[in-house]
């Protein structure tokens, strides 16, 4: 499986940006798959996470009401809408995934197989 993140960029606070991350996935497979940022200085932390559905989803609280984690099945791509940046969302963005017969939702960066290169966001106040 590879994963391939794009859309980061420099914002300003307020603004928005939406991540891609496109997947390539072994057919007949299905993933459970995720967002994770680490920021300098501080672990990777998922931020949100999809079951393979989409039918499932989860934020952290620090970007709960900001962000929306989605998927496209069709096009093997998953996104992340990020509005209202902030200072504190400055990091490098990975899109994560797992093999996962359960329609469920992985939180922890330990529950992930598979890793993107990431993609900086950065938010200047």
């Known amino acids: 499986v590879q994963l391939v993140e794009s859309g980061g960029g420099l914002v300003q606070a307020g603004a928005s940006l939406r991540l891609s991350c496109a997947a390539s996935?072994?057919?007949?497979?299905?993933?459970?798959m995720g967002w994770a940022r680490q920021a300098p200085g501080k672990e990777r932390e998922v931020v949100a996470a999809?079951?393979?559905?989409?039918?499932?989803?989860w934020y952290v609280d620090s970007v709960k009401g900001r962000f929306t984690i989605s998927g496209d099945n069709t096009k093997n791509t998953m996104y992340l809408q990020m509005n209202d940046l902030k200072p504190e969302d400055t990091a490098v963005y990975y899109c994560?995934?797992?093999?996962?017969?359960?329609?469920?939702?992985?939180?922890?960066?330990?529950?992930?197989?598979?890793w993107g290169q990431g993609t900086q966001v950065t938010v200047s106040s």
């Open positions: 999809i079951s393979w559905s989409g039918g499932k989803t």
């Open positions: 996935k072994r057919t007949g497979t299905t993933y459970a």
């Open positions: 994560a995934a797992r093999e996962m017969d359960a329609d469920v939702v992985m939180r922890k960066t330990s529950d992930y197989r598979y």
